[in-house]
């Protein structure tokens, strides 16, 4: 059977003003999506981390009693906080046919420039996990060392000054409690100059 190769089913979301960006790798395949938006797997606690992080309940963005978040809360939420988000990879081949990192073969990654074009206020990139990390750091003209999770550094960008902060993968593989991973993320914030709760 020939391998599929699959293009991010939907596009970067850029609020014009965003000083934040959230990069993942690639969305999960269709059957695994709860909502047409990023981090669209029900199992993935991102919005759930957002929720803790911004307003003390996890279920903030929740569906009702849907096994699905909300988008359009999700997007408002976002668009008022100025945090965009963008998968580093724009198309791959799912290996095992699943969301795993570890198994996605990267057939082309993210245009960076023409992304963070369309956001000038953008200083800051938080990277979810290890493999985004990789990929975006593969996207810059000069080496940098991978930073451990947690960490920030900074780097130039077509002579902008950024910073990238390996934060950790809010996927439930990843083994690190959902509070921890809200404290994680919540100090990425902080850093960014952003309040939360």
């Known amino acids: ?33 709860a909502m047409e938006f990023h981090y669209p797997n029900f199992q993935n606690d991102m919005w759930r981390v957002f929720g803790l992080v911004f307003f003390g309940e996890k279920d903030h963005f929740r569906k009702g009693e849907e096994k699905a978040m909300d988008p359009e809360k999700i997007k408002q939420f976002l668009d ?4 965009a988000s963008c998968p580093t990879v724009y198309k791959a081949i799912r290996e095992h046919g699943n969301a795993s990192d570890a198994f996605l073969d990267v057939v082309e990654t993210v245009n960076l420039g023409d992304v963070l074009k369309q956001i000038p206020d953008c200083k800051h990139i938080g990277t979810t996990g290890g493999k985004a990390t990789e990929i975006l750091l593969s996207l810059l003209p000069e080496k940098v060392k991978l930073p451990k999770t947690g960490e920030t550094i900074p780097f130039v960008y077509d002579g902008r000054e950024l910073t990238l902060t390996r934060l950790p993968s809010t996927s439930r593989a990843y083994p690190l409690s959902l509070v921890k991973k809200a404290d994680a993320y919540k100090n990425f914030f902080h850093q960014c100059g952003l309040t939360t709760k």
């Open 1 to 33: 059977m020939a391998e599929v190769i699959e293009t991010r089913p939907f596009p970067p979301f850029l609020p014009s003003q965003a000083t934040v960006m959230m990069m993942g790798t690639f969305p999960p395949a269709a059957e695994k999506r």
């Open 80 to 83: 008022e906080k100025g945090i």
